[in-house]
């Protein structure tokens, strides 16, 4: 089942993507809100679902082209309080992603031969990210990006901050939890997303993984509830001056990568403070390629473009750039 929120106005909605259509859901007006009616019923979420579906459909692709007064959103929330959401990714789970990080952070044929740190932790992850059923395998890279104020929905800009140094697209699926009452996390569902790093900051210093993170980022415009996520194809596309710059094939999925799903969930639920009651989670599980290895530079009016089999329609988004940072942020003692 593919999930959707929409919102005309002050109104939001979810909806059931049946296509070409979207089937309203009656009594609750966010997915957040049927996860927690599953939860309180005992039910199956997609069995929820069904029974508050109502006979109201509206047009998947006018709302898709922006020819609909509804809007697409990210398709995961916390409405009024973005706080309780926490967003974050994990990093070399692809080999993609460890070669792209090599070249990243070397220079010279000497270098080429060493092994990084980034190296070395993904060959820690070929060695033991998939441990057998009950045990605990070796911890991946974790980064944190945000609360749910950085999530932006389909076709919204993705703004590269006013202190950046650069902003690159970074074509992957994000897993998207919820942590019950009793502290329980509950897989959701998997959505496409666009992970945007400042990749230029990261390459000065691989130090500066963590402030590369901390901005905007994407997801959308569909949930698949019990998403299949072996071997998944995709492909992410960039656009300028209405051609294609840019686009290259991805595969995702444990086949190809060196961590299993389950490995990633305990290591990022491991940690008591986000086993939270009632905290949404957005979890980025990690890229197989960057046009910034190939030399791209994203500028304001590009359109990136991330598809994925079984993900439903692309998600797609318009690069913008805030102003430039050129005084430092004051902060005011108390007295």
Excluded at 129 to 141: L, M, Q, R, Y
Excluded at 253 to 268: D, P, R, T, V
């Amino acid at each position: 089942m593919h999930l959707v929120q929409i919102a005309m106005g002050k109104t939001r909605r979810a909806a059931v993507v049946r296509e070409p259509h979207l089937t309203l859901l009656r009594q609750v007006d966010s997915v957040l809100a049927l996860v927690q009616r599953s939860l309180a019923d005992g039910r199956a979420l997609t069995e929820v679902a069904e029974m508050l579906a109502s006979d109201e459909e509206i047009s998947y692709d006018e709302v898709y082209e922006g020819r609909s007064g509804w809007k697409l959103l990210a398709p995961i929330d916390c409405p009024g309080d973005p706080r309780r959401v926490l967003v974050s990714g994990t990093g070399l789970t692809h080999l993609g992603s460890a070669r792209e990080r090599q070249a990243m952070h070397v220079s010279t044929p000497e270098e080429q031969e060493e092994m990084t740190d980034s190296m070395r932790m993904f060959e820690w992850g070929i060695q033991r990210g998939k441990p057998p059923e009950g045990t605990i395998g070796v911890a991946p890279e974790w980064f944190y990006k945000g609360d749910g104020s950085v999530l932006r929905g389909p076709s919204a800009a993705l703004e590269i901050p006013g202190h950046a140094e650069d902003g690159g697209e970074e074509a992957e699926v994000a897993a998207v939890y919820y942590v019950a009452e009793n502290g329980i996390p509950w897989r959701i569902g998997m959505t496409a997303g666009n992970e945007f790093s400042d990749h230029v900051f990261e390459r000065r210093n691989y130090l500066n993984l963590a402030g590369s993170k901390l901005r905007p980022c994407s997801i959308g415009p569909e949930l698949v509830v019990d998403a299949a996520f072996d071997d998944v194809a995709g492909q992410v596309r960039i656009g300028r001056d209405e051609k294609v710059l840019w686009e290259m094939s991805l595969q995702t999925g444990e086949q190809n990568m060196c961590h299993s799903l389950a490995n990633l969930e305990h290591h990022h639920f491991k940690f008591a403070g986000q086993r939270q009651p009632g905290m949404l989670h957005v979890h980025f599980l990690g890229a197989d390629r960057l046009s910034f290895g190939e030399g791209i530079r994203l500028q304001p009016g590009d359109v990136t473009e991330v598809r994925f089999e079984g993900f439903g329609r692309p998600l797609r988004n318009i690069i913008a750039r805030e102003f430039p940072v050129s005084t430092p942020v004051r902060v005011r003692a108390m007295r």
